[in-house]
């Protein structure tokens, strides 16, 4: 089945759109793709003129979905004038098919094409980006979209839309940061006086300075809104791809019915007024569509509660009807977070022993040009080796102000401890934010991917570019 | 109270219908802060998605502000906002440009609640050449009016200063005359004890 022409077709509208109820395919199936990433001059909001690069001319990238256990083969062609990788954040998959520029293959030079073949797993909601390290920005640039692996055991939803929240940020400050002149302001808890003093003109708390906040390529208001019915069980598969601001995401009148993140199934689904998304996290968040309306999905940034990205969720008729909103704050607010999700042990079962247990530092200062794990920077840090079948267990402690969502390639991972405490029913994962101010987080995963060299980096992309990464490697 | 709510106070004064309530300006800072109103109307309210804000009380009265804040039409969101929450955020946007970038006059009177004198301080767009200001009250059948003082200039040529004298309390108004127009400041004084 060749969905090519089918892309070209509908790739601008398509993010925005009930997902086409796909057939279940034959488990042998080959599913393929065409992709091409190539300049794009993108404007979310007036007066914002941003030389983006794009998959397919559109940013985010087409949405891509295959069933678990058909094969996907993508044809990608670099025409972005600067060197770029695909990489399939999320995916258990042959090393040299995770497109890391350097480290699991070669950069695509301008002109150049790459084949991706492999078998998307696990299931669930994935993306995928671009991976190179220089200074072409893909990522910030706009080289990013999502990828589902449909679990065919999944509860069917009446409808499903796929939510892809992200910035454009201004590219000359991404370039200051990452030479650590970023004269950006400081990063202030949320409630804390320093954010409640601060003023519409100092939200720039972040070291990346933003143009436009965006959900599936539009700012508020031009965000196409998602058409819903009343009595509908809709599904949101949604995605942070900012390259450095955690998100906070609420559907004014709702409660969310979150039931998988990074594309896992929670143990326990869990209902919450808002969901905490940090950067390159998924969530899978369901909601019922209990009357005719038209309600603000809200998603602000913590750093201040001030950037906002919003689009309308509407009923037929309601197209005229101002959205309900709500209030940016999180006072009041019971959020989703790990420890939530995966409850906090009362009997913690001292835990077997890892063959692997690295405690991995992370350093750096705000603003700087250096950000480091024990000490070092990318990529003269200390590789974790591991053996196949091994069991390891990272542990990582966060001495800086700001969050680091820690990647890992090609594996899953479970994490066990948030803090201090040992979670009941350890949480699935691919990426997972680190609390600033000494926060600490622990994993484990066993060693049971294909050989190679996995990237373990910090997804916001001014740390990892500014060395916040090492690899798990096969021996 | 800091200048930007006095000075949308006694704007609001004067253009509020009767019965309506002067907003609290930080009150409505903090919704406009809580709502995210800058994400629209721009950082410093200089307009983006949605219409300036700036100055928006020389081109509105308080009471269209406030139907647009509580009545919305999208894609402006509904916050679903109290009559009172309305006022103070109408109360705060009006004092954003401290009259800076109307083209009106804007007058602010110190104290607030004055007794038997107060400071008035007007802020002309465009300096103008003479300006007067003369307090006075309506009372049931006739009016009465105290001394008419003559504003001179501060440092700055746009702002000008007087002291106006009231000879007992109650409501008063400061008319203002410049270059041939007027304006009114309406002032509560609590009169000398």
Not at chain 1, 76 to 95: D, K, Q, S
Not at chain 1, 386 to 393: E, F, I, M, Q, T
Request: proline share 7%; glycine share 10%.
């Amino acid at each position: 089945m060749r969905r090519d022409a089918f892309l070209r077709a509908s790739a601008a509208g398509m993010l925005a759109q009930a997902f086409p109820c796909a057939g279940r395919a034959a488990a042998t199936e080959v599913v393929e793709y065409s992709l091409t990433a190539a300049p794009l001059a993108f404007s979310p909001v007036r007066g914002a003129s941003f030389a983006g690069l794009a998959y397919n001319g559109t940013i985010p990238g087409p949405l891509l979905r295959v069933v678990h256990g058909q094969r996907l083969r993508v044809h990608y062609r670099n025409r972005a004038a600067t060197e770029t990788a695909v990489h399939w954040h999320g995916m258990i998959l042959p090393n040299a098919m995770d497109g890391a520029a350097g480290v699991t293959q070669p950069p695509v030079p301008d002109g150049g094409t790459y084949l991706y073949e492999f078998a998307p797993g696990p299931a669930g909601t994935r993306w995928y980006h671009d991976h190179t390290m220089g200074t072409g920005m893909g990522g910030p640039r706009g080289l990013f979209g999502m990828i589902v692996v449909e679990d065919p055991r999944d509860e069917p939803a009446d409808a499903e839309f796929a939510v892809v929240l992200h910035d454009v940020p201004d590219l000359r400050s991404v370039s200051a940061a990452l030479h650590g002149s970023s004269n950006a302001a400081m990063v202030d808890p949320p409630g804390s006086a320093e954010m409640r003093a601060m003023r519409a003109d100092d939200r720039m708390g972040d070291e990346v300075a933003y143009l436009a906040h965006c959900i599936n390529g539009g700012a508020y208001p031009h965000a196409t809104p998602l058409r819903v019915r009343v009595g509908q069980h809709v599904r949101l598969r949604i995605l942070n791809a900012s390259p450095t601001q955690t998100r906070y995401l609420r559907l004014a009148g709702h409660r969310l019915h979150v039931t998988h993140a990074d594309g896992n199934a929670l143990d326990r689904p869990l209902d919450v007024d808002a969901l905490r998304i940090g950067v390159a996290e998924r969530y899978d968040a369901w909601f019922e569509v209990r009357g005719p309306g038209s309600w603000l999905l809200q998603s602000v940034s913590m750093d201040p509660l001030a950037f906002q990205q919003a689009l309308v969720v509407q009923t037929p008729g309601m197209e005229r009807a101002a959205p309900l909103g709500v209030a940016q704050t999180l006072d009041g607010i019971d959020f989703f977070t790990y420890e939530r999700a995966a409850g906090i042990a009362t009997n913690p079962v001292q835990p077997g022993r890892a063959h692997v247990d690295e405690h991995l530092i992370l350093a750096g200062r705000y603003g700087s040009s250096r950000w480091t794990i024990n000490g070092r920077t990318w990529p003269d840090t200390e590789k974790i080796a591991v053996a196949r079948g091994d069991r390891v267990v990272l542990r990582f402690t966060n001495t800086t102000a700001m969050h680091h969502p820690m990647h890992l390639h090609g594996h899953t991972f479970r994490i066990t401890e948030v803090n201090g405490r040992r979670l009941a029913r350890p949480l699935a994962k691919d990426v997972a934010l680190v609390d600033p101010h000494g926060g600490t987080l622990a994993w484990e995963f066993d060693a049971t991917s294909p050989a190679g060299r996995w990237l373990l980096h910090c997804h916001n992309d001014v740390h990892m570019v500014d060395g916040m990464m090492t690899e798990v490697v096969y021996r | 109270m800091n200048y930007a709510a006095l000075v949308a106070a006694s704007i609001l004064i004067a253009s509020m219908p009767a019965g309506a309530r002067a907003g609290d300006a930080a009150a409505g800072e903090r919704l406009v802060r809580a709502y995210g109103c800058f994400g629209c109307h721009g950082a410093r309210f200089e307009g983006g998605a949605g219409p300036k804000l700036l100055g928006i009380e020389h081109r509105r009265s308080a009471a269209e502000i406030a139907d647009a804040v509580m009545h919305p039409k999208a894609p402006m969101p509904d916050f679903a906002l109290s009559a009172t929450q309305t006022a103070d955020i109408v109360t705060y946007l009006a004092g954003l440009d401290g009259g800076r970038s109307g083209s009106s006059p804007v007058a602010t009177i110190s104290p607030a609640t004055p007794r038997a004198q107060a400071t008035l301080t007007v802020h002309f767009p465009t300096p103008p050449k003479h300006a007067t200001a003369e307090a006075g009250m309506t009372m049931a059948q006739s009016g009465m009016s105290a001394s008419k003082v003559t504003l001179t200039p501060t440092s700055d040529p746009h702002v000008w200063r007087g002291v106006v004298h009231f000879s007992m309390g109650g409501s008063w108004t400061v008319v203002v005359t410049y270059d041939g127009k007027t304006m009114n400041v309406p002032v509560r004084a609590s009169g000398a004890e």
